[in-house]
């Protein structure tokens, strides 16, 4: 398993920006960003194959979010941007060591601590 370090989650007005950070401790096949409300369960938001730098984005984030990596430092982001209310959630950063798909939970075997992001209105 890889070691997820998260960093950056805050709390920032409707319509702000925040940049959240996952720095890996080794190789992970593919990344991403879930997130979660108390009673809810855990949706992705984000993912990235690390090879090819393809991404997928669920529905509710596309155009506003951007995921993105640094090989070099086995570091992954988030930028959120335009950020809504609804967008308050504890966000996980996540690795897998294989192939499937992107954007389901089952997928991934290693998690971050989690980084808890609050947009106000």
């Known amino acids: 398993q890889v070691q997820l370090v998260e960093s950056g989650g805050g709390s920032v007005q409707a319509g702000g920006s925040l940049t959240l950070s996952c720095a890996a401790s080794?190789?992970?096949?593919?990344m991403a960003w879930f997130r979660q409300i108390p009673g809810k369960e855990r949706e992705g938001v984000a993912c990235?194959?690390?090879?090819?730098?393809?991404?997928y984005y669920a529905a509710s984030v596309k155009d506003r979010f951007t995921i993105s990596q640094e090989n070099a430092k086995n570091t992954m982001y988030l930028q959120m941007n335009s950020l809504k209310p609804e967008d308050t959630a504890v966000y996980y950063c996540?690795?897998?060591?294989?192939?499937?798909?992107?954007?389901?939970?089952?997928?991934?075997?290693?998690w971050g601590q989690g980084t808890q992001v609050t947009v106000s209105s």
């Open positions: 996540a690795a897998a060591s294989s192939g499937g798909a992107c954007l389901s939970l089952q997928q991934y075997n290693s």
């Open positions: 990235i194959y690390t090879t090819k730098g393809t991404t």
């Open positions: 080794g190789y992970a096949f593919k």
